[in-house]
T-cell receptor
Framework: EAGVTQFPSHSVIEKGQTVTLRCDPI?????LYWYRRVMGKEIKFLLH????????ESGMPNNRFLAERTGGTYSTLKVQPAELEDSGVYFC????????????????FGPGTRLTVT | AQKITQTQPGMFVQEKEAVTLDCTYD???????LFWYKQPSSGEMIFLIY??????QNATEGRYSLNFQKARKSANLVISASQLGDSAMYFC????????????FGAGTTVTVRA
């Protein structure tokens, strides 16, 4: 079974440009999460999809970030326009449906996309 | 407020020895779960071990064990018989009942295993 995949693995863009990150969750996983780790800091939650619906986007830093999950399959995270402080590693994770119980540790993480804004 | 604190930015351990990674947490929830993840240089986040707040016994998974001290709000990870492949960054994380699905992470500890 394929794991969570993310594309690209690394992106270098200039300040003011637009970048779109993609996440393909494990097949059948309704829950999809985005997290971000800015250099030297802890990993922070960005948002959570259940199928195509945004369940919680309280971690999105500002309106330059737009996440979508059309059709409830893959998700994209667009940063427009990118700023220097957006540099970091963006992780995507997915989990099966019905995993609201605390014991569910089935948040499977992707390898992350390293975003560098210059 | 910081929910997860990992006070050790980096550690060195000799191969075959045990190492303890510290993690303290802050929550007012009665129901919560504590996780440890490993991030090798390749970048992926690998789940290692889970401890529920109501679990009476410390969790163990192979060479990994979690020293759970609820009153002290600590959830230290113990890696026994360290191997070179254990060199990685290790993250402690928590999921609170009141905070839905979110994982709150610590800053991580880099472990380097020496031959």
């Amino acid at each position: 079974e394929a794991g969570v995949t993310q594309f690209p693995s690394h992106s270098v863009i200039e300040k003011g440009q637009t970048v779109t990150l993609r996440c393909d969750p494990i097949s059948g996983h309704d829950n999809l999460y985005w997290y971000r780790r800015v250099m030297g800091k802890e990993i922070k939650f960005l948002l959570h999809f259940v199928k195509e619906s945004k369940q919680d986007e309280s971690g999105m830093p500002n309106n330059r970030f737009l996440a979508e999950r059309t059709g409830g399959t893959y998700s994209t995270l667009k940063v427009q326009p990118a700023e220097l402080e957006d540099s970091g590693v963006y992780f995507c994770a997915s989990s099966p449906p019905g995993t609201s119980a605390l014991r569910s540790y089935e948040q499977y993480f992707g390898p992350g996309t390293r975003l560098t804004v210059t | 407020a910081q929910k997860i604190t990992q006070t050790q930015p980096g550690m060195f351990v000799q191969e075959k020895e045990a190492v303890t990674l510290d993690c303290t947490y802050d929550t007012s929830d009665q129901s919560y779960g504590l996780f440890w993840y490993k991030q090798p240089s390749s970048g992926e986040m690998i789940f290692l071990i889970y401890q529920g707040s109501y679990d009476e016994q410390n969790a163990t998974e192979g060479r990994y064990s979690l020293n759970f001290q609820k009153a002290r709000k600590s959830a230290n990870l113990v890696i026994s018989a360290s191997q070179l492949g254990d060199s990685a960054m290790y993250f402690c994380a928590m999921r609170e009942f009141s905070n839905d699905y979110k994982l709150s992470f610590g800053a991580g500890t880099t472990v380097t295993v020496r031959a």
